[in-house]
């Protein structure tokens, strides 16, 4: 199976900058996509960026602008900036790879934003 580890998280003002990585346990990234998901105390799950094995990126109209998806293949990992955060940007963040019809994932990192 495959491991995912997210780091990066912590507390943060509004307006402020957090940027997230995801460490895998094998070079998956350049053959697989990969995504970002957030779950916020009470709510569902609720996916915020993709990014292809092409480099194509998708991004959720609630972060495009704010957020960006990167990589580093050599590493195997994958990092997501977060700028110009917002109190609504509170929540556990995981990184997310698909494989056939199964779905493999981080333990997740908690990301805060005071307002």
């Known amino acids: 199976q495959v491991q995912l580890v997210e780091s990066g998280g912590g507390l943060v003002q509004g307006g402020g900058s957090l940027r997230l990585s995801c460490a895998a346990s094998?070079?998956?990234?350049?053959?697989?996509?990969m995504n970002w998901y957030r779950q916020a105390p009470g709510k569902e799950r609720e996916w915020v960026v993709g990014?292809?094995?092409?480099?194509?990126?998708y991004y959720a109209d609630s972060v495009e602008g704010r957020f960006t998806i990167s990589r580093d293949n050599a590493k195997n990992t994958v990092y997501l900036q977060m700028n110009s955060l917002k109190a609504e940007d509170t929540a556990v963040y995981y990184c997310?790879?698909?494989?056939?019809?199964?779905?493999?994932w981080g333990q997740g990192t908690q990301v805060t934003v005071s307002s």
């Open positions: 990014s292809s094995r092409t480099g194509s990126t």
């Open positions: 997310n790879v698909r494989i056939g019809n199964l779905n493999y």
């Open positions: 094998a070079n998956i990234f350049s053959i697989y996509g």
